[in-house]
């Protein structure tokens, strides 16, 4: 589940989208991770949790392509399972992931490593010991 994500899918305008749209929306968001990509919930199940027909879920999933909320995602996420029952990948197109990728796409890269937490490996710096 990414909150990141779902606050995005809230913070958008009502009126961008269906209702059956903005729902599925969601529901990807749900399962999407923090920057919005790899949602890949199969159509009954958005159906079956939405309680509407398969038909609405794909025709709102068709309806969120085309306004570019969302795109079609990295398939070999879901290599794993038979050719014939491999659900759809989608990444929403949320704030964080569409800077993450112009950032990406301009080489830059972050300040501070992720596995960063401070000097805890060695011992530069202030001592505490006396000469």
């Given at each position: 589940?990414?909150?990141?994500?779902?606050?995005?899918?809230?913070?958008?305008?009502?009126n961008?989208?269906?209702?059956?749209?903005?729902?599925?929306?969601?529901?990807?968001?749900?399962r999407?991770?923090?920057?919005?990509?790899?949602?890949?919930?199969?159509?009954?199940?958005?159906?079956?949790?939405?309680?509407?027909?398969?038909?609405?879920?794909?025709?709102?999933?068709?309806?969120?392509?085309?306004?570019?909320?969302?795109?079609?995602?990295?398939?070999?996420?879901?290599?794993?399972?038979?050719?014939?029952?491999?659900?759809?990948?989608?990444?929403?197109?949320?704030?964080?992931?569409?800077?993450?990728?112009?950032?990406?796409?301009?080489?830059?890269?972050?300040?501070?490593?992720?596995?960063?937490?401070?000097?805890?490996?060695?011992?530069?710096?202030?001592?505490?010991?006396?000469?």
């Amino acid at each position: 589940m990414s909150l990141e994500a779902l606050l995005w899918v809230v913070d958008l305008p009502m009126n961008v989208c269906s209702s059956s749209a903005f729902r599925v929306l969601g529901k990807l968001a749900d399962r999407a991770d923090k920057l919005g990509r790899g949602a890949y919930p199969k159509v009954a199940t958005i159906a079956a949790q939405l309680d509407c027909s398969h038909r609405t879920v794909q025709r709102a999933i068709r309806e969120l392509l085309d306004l570019g909320l969302i795109r079609e995602g990295d398939p070999s996420l879901v290599q794993r399972a038979r050719a014939d029952h491999r659900p759809n990948v989608y990444d929403l197109m949320t704030s964080a992931l569409v800077l993450h990728e112009h950032l990406a796409s301009r080489g830059d890269t972050s300040v501070t490593p992720p596995d960063s937490r401070g000097d805890s490996c060695c011992r530069n710096g202030v001592t505490v010991a006396v000469a």
